[in-house]
C-alpha cells in the first residue's frame, strides 16, 4: 500500500500571510494531483503534475513536483480568506494499480481576515 | 459546465439493508470510479470501472460492494448489507481520458444505524 503523508494537518494565518504546504511519498510517483475540497461538497482538481522539477502557477498557487518525483510543494501568495479549505494531494504510483488515485490526509488551511 | 451528479445527498439505512447509490457521469466519460471518505479520514479508493467491467478494486471493495452501469447513463454502487462502518461520504469521479483530469461528483453520505 502506497502512503502520501501530508503536513501540516492544519494551519490556520492571517489574511495576506504566505504558506507552504508539502506532500511527501517514499514512492516514485508516477503523476500527483492537488485538490480542494469545502464541506460536503467532493474534491476539485487544481493540478496535475508528472515531470520531475516541474513547477506550475494558478494565479497565487504555485505548485513544485521533486527532481525524484518522491514530493511535492503547494505554495500560496498573500492567502485570502477564500483560500480557506481542506487541500489534498493524491498519486499514482507505477507498479500499483494504475487506474486508483491515493490520497493524503489533506492540509486543512484557515485563513483569517 | 457540465457536472458530475450523485444522488441521493444523503441516505439513512439500517444496518443489514441493501444501499444503491448512484452517480450520472459527464457524457463523455469513459472511466468511472468509485472513492469513499470515512468522517476525519482521507479519500479512499473502492473501485474502478472502464468498458463496462471493474479495472481495479480495493481491498475495501469486498463481496458487499457491486458496481454496475445498466443503462450506459447512471453509474452504480450497490452494497448488500450495510455495516455500521460503511459510513461515509461515498464520492464518484469519471473522466474522459486514461490521462485526463478526474471530476468528483458532491458525494452522497450514508448513514448506516
Known amino acids: 500500500t502506497q502512503l502520501l503523508e501530508q503536513s501540516p494537518q492544519f494551519l490556520s494565518i492571517q489574511e495576506g500571510e504566505n504558506l507552504t504546504v508539502y506532500c511527501n511519498s517514499s514512492s516514485v510517483f508516477s503523476s500527483l494531483q492537488w485538490y480542494r475540497q469545502e464541506p460536503g461538497e467532493g474534491p476539485v482538481l487544481l493540478v496535475t503534475?508528472?515531470?520531475?522539477?516541474e513547477v506550475k502557477k494558478l494565479k497565487r498557487l504555485t505548485f513544485q513536483f521533486g527532481d525524484a518525483r518522491k514530493d511535492s510543494s503547494l505554495h500560496i501568495t498573500a492567502a485570502q480568506p477564500g483560500d480557506t479549505g481542506l487541500y489534498l494531494c493524491?498519486?499514482?504510483?507505477?507498479?500499483?494499480?494504475?487506474?486508483?488515485?491515493?490520497f493524503g490526509k489533506g492540509t486543512k488551511l484557515s485563513v483569517i481576515p | 459546465e457540465p457536472e458530475v451528479t450523485q444522488t441521493p445527498s444523503h441516505q439513512v439505512t439500517q444496518m443489514g439493508q441493501e444501499v444503491i447509490l448512484r452517480c450520472v457521469p459527464i457524457?463523455?466519460?469513459?472511466?468511472f470510479y468509485w472513492y469513499r471518505q470515512i468522517l476525519g479520514q482521507k479519500v479512499e479508493f473502492l473501485v474502478s470501472?472502464?468498458?463496462?467491467?471493474?479495472?481495479?478494486k480495493s481491498e475495501i471493495f469486498d463481496d458487499q460492494f457491486s458496481v454496475e452501469r445498466p443503462d450506459g447513463s447512471n453509474f452504480t454502487l450497490k452494497i448488500r448489507s450495510t455495516k455500521l462502518e460503511d459510513s461515509a461520504m461515498y464520492f464518484c469521479a469519471g473522466k474522459s481520458s486514461y490521462n485526463s483530469p478526474l471530476h468528483f461528483g458532491n458525494g452522497t453520505r450514508l448513514t448506516v444505524t
Open positions: 503534475v508528472v515531470t520531475g522539477g
Open positions: 457524457s463523455n466519460h469513459l472511466y
Open positions: 470501472f472502464y468498458n463496462n467491467e471493474i479495472s481495479e
Open positions: 493524491a498519486g499514482t504510483f507505477s507498479g500499483a494499480g494504475s487506474y486508483q488515485l491515493t
